[in-house]
Protein backbone atom coordinates (compact mmCIF):
# COMPACT_ATOMS: atom_id res chain seq x y z
CA UNK A 1 0.00 0.00 0.00
CA UNK A 2 2.65 2.45 1.05
CA UNK A 3 4.43 1.30 -2.40
CA UNK A 4 1.41 2.42 -4.24
CA UNK A 5 0.37 6.00 -2.11
CA UNK A 6 4.69 7.10 -2.76
CA UNK A 7 4.45 6.19 -6.35
CA UNK A 8 1.02 8.06 -7.13
CA UNK A 9 2.78 10.93 -5.14
CA UNK A 10 5.60 11.30 -6.83
CA UNK A 11 3.94 10.81 -10.03
CA UNK A 12 1.71 13.66 -9.49
CA UNK A 13 4.36 15.88 -7.73
CA UNK A 14 6.53 15.75 -10.45
CA UNK A 15 4.01 16.12 -13.11
CA UNK A 16 2.33 19.45 -11.69
CA UNK A 17 6.40 20.49 -10.91
CA UNK A 18 7.41 20.01 -14.76
CA UNK A 19 4.15 22.02 -15.76
CA UNK A 20 4.38 25.05 -13.84
CA UNK A 21 7.93 25.34 -14.11
CA UNK A 22 9.68 25.25 -17.52
CA UNK A 23 13.31 24.63 -18.25
CA UNK A 24 13.85 26.82 -20.67
CA UNK A 25 13.67 29.63 -19.01
CA UNK A 26 15.09 28.37 -15.55
CA UNK A 27 17.13 25.19 -15.53
CA UNK A 28 16.68 23.77 -12.07
CA UNK A 29 18.67 20.46 -12.80
CA UNK A 30 22.63 19.73 -13.41
CA UNK A 31 24.25 20.20 -16.56
CA UNK A 32 24.65 17.02 -19.18
CA UNK A 33 28.16 15.68 -18.66
CA UNK A 34 28.16 14.54 -21.80
CA UNK A 35 27.10 17.55 -23.53
CA UNK A 36 29.62 19.56 -21.32
CA UNK A 37 32.81 17.40 -22.27
CA UNK A 38 32.12 16.13 -25.59
CA UNK A 39 29.73 18.41 -27.25
CA UNK A 40 27.51 15.84 -28.45
CA UNK A 41 24.01 15.61 -26.96
CA UNK A 42 23.16 12.14 -25.34
CA UNK A 43 19.90 10.62 -25.43
CA UNK A 44 18.23 12.53 -22.85
CA UNK A 45 19.14 16.06 -24.16
CA UNK A 46 16.16 18.11 -24.05
CA UNK A 47 14.19 16.00 -22.35
CA UNK A 48 12.69 17.75 -19.73
CA UNK A 49 11.90 20.46 -21.76
CA UNK A 50 9.81 18.26 -24.27
CA UNK A 51 8.01 16.82 -21.08
CA UNK A 52 7.21 20.44 -19.89
CA UNK A 53 6.01 21.34 -23.87
CA UNK A 54 4.30 17.80 -23.94
CA UNK A 55 2.58 18.63 -20.58
CA UNK A 56 0.86 22.34 -22.06
CA UNK A 57 -0.09 20.56 -25.68
CA UNK A 58 2.74 21.53 -27.67
CA UNK A 59 3.61 18.43 -29.53
CA UNK A 60 5.65 19.72 -31.91
CA UNK A 61 7.66 21.53 -29.62
CA UNK A 62 8.29 18.63 -27.76
CA UNK A 63 9.31 16.96 -30.96
CA UNK A 64 12.14 19.84 -31.64
CA UNK A 65 13.20 19.15 -28.33
CA UNK A 66 13.51 15.54 -28.09
CA UNK A 67 11.74 12.55 -29.73
CA UNK A 68 11.86 10.03 -27.25
CA UNK A 69 9.76 12.20 -25.23
CA UNK A 70 6.85 9.95 -27.28
CA UNK A 71 8.42 7.31 -26.22
CA UNK A 72 9.54 7.16 -22.72
CA UNK A 73 6.49 8.55 -21.53
CA UNK A 74 3.95 5.78 -22.41
CA UNK A 75 6.63 3.34 -20.84
CA UNK A 76 6.56 5.08 -17.66
CA UNK A 77 2.94 5.32 -17.65
CA UNK A 78 2.70 1.31 -18.83
CA UNK A 79 5.19 0.63 -15.62
CA UNK A 80 3.63 3.33 -13.21
CA UNK A 81 -0.19 1.33 -14.76
CA UNK A 82 1.34 -2.49 -14.30
CA UNK A 83 2.31 -2.27 -10.29
CA UNK A 84 -0.53 0.71 -9.15
CA UNK A 85 -3.16 -2.28 -10.59
CA UNK A 86 -0.75 -5.55 -10.02
CA UNK A 87 -1.25 -5.83 -13.96
CA UNK A 88 2.16 -7.68 -14.04
CA UNK A 89 1.14 -8.27 -17.98
CA UNK A 90 2.80 -5.25 -19.18
CA UNK A 91 6.18 -6.20 -17.20
CA UNK A 92 6.17 -9.36 -18.90
CA UNK A 93 6.25 -7.56 -22.47
CA UNK A 94 8.69 -4.23 -21.20
CA UNK A 95 11.59 -7.36 -19.53
CA UNK A 96 11.15 -8.96 -23.06
CA UNK A 97 14.79 -9.73 -23.73
CA UNK A 98 14.34 -8.55 -27.46
CA UNK A 99 12.28 -5.58 -26.49
CA UNK A 100 14.55 -4.80 -24.21
CA UNK A 101 17.68 -5.05 -27.04
CA UNK A 102 15.13 -3.04 -29.50
CA UNK A 103 14.69 -0.27 -27.13
CA UNK A 104 18.22 0.04 -26.50
CA UNK A 105 19.65 -0.40 -30.26
CA UNK A 106 17.20 2.56 -30.56
CA UNK A 107 18.32 4.39 -28.13
CA UNK A 108 21.92 4.14 -29.39
CA UNK A 109 21.09 5.17 -33.21
CA UNK A 110 18.59 8.08 -31.96
CA UNK A 111 22.32 9.51 -29.81
CA UNK A 112 24.15 8.75 -32.63
CA UNK A 113 21.64 10.31 -35.25
CA UNK A 114 21.24 13.52 -33.31
CA UNK A 115 24.51 14.37 -33.63
CA UNK A 116 25.50 13.87 -37.15
CA UNK A 117 24.80 17.35 -39.23
CA UNK A 118 21.92 15.23 -41.99
CA UNK A 119 19.89 14.75 -38.60
CA UNK A 120 20.16 18.15 -37.01
CA UNK A 121 16.33 18.21 -36.89
CA UNK A 122 16.86 16.07 -33.91
CA UNK A 123 19.26 18.49 -31.86
CA UNK A 124 17.38 20.47 -29.27
CA UNK A 125 17.08 24.25 -29.84
CA UNK A 126 19.42 25.86 -27.83
CA UNK A 127 17.43 27.05 -24.34
CA UNK A 128 17.10 30.62 -23.61
CA UNK A 129 19.05 30.10 -20.58
CA UNK A 130 21.72 28.84 -22.17
CA UNK A 131 24.71 32.13 -22.24
CA UNK A 132 23.55 33.07 -18.65
CA UNK A 133 22.75 30.33 -16.43
CA UNK A 134 22.22 31.03 -12.63
CA UNK A 135 23.64 28.75 -10.38
CA UNK A 136 20.90 27.68 -8.65
Not at 28 to 33: I, R
Not at 66 to 79: A, E
Not at 90 to 103: E, H
Request: some cysteine.
Amino acid sequence: MFKKLFLTVTALALTVFYFYHDPSVRSFGPKCLIHETTGWYCWGCGGQRAFHALLHGQFAQAFRFNLLVYIVVPLLLMVLYSELFNDFRLFYYLRNRYFSLFLLIFVVIFTISRNLRSFEFLKPPVPKNALHRPPF
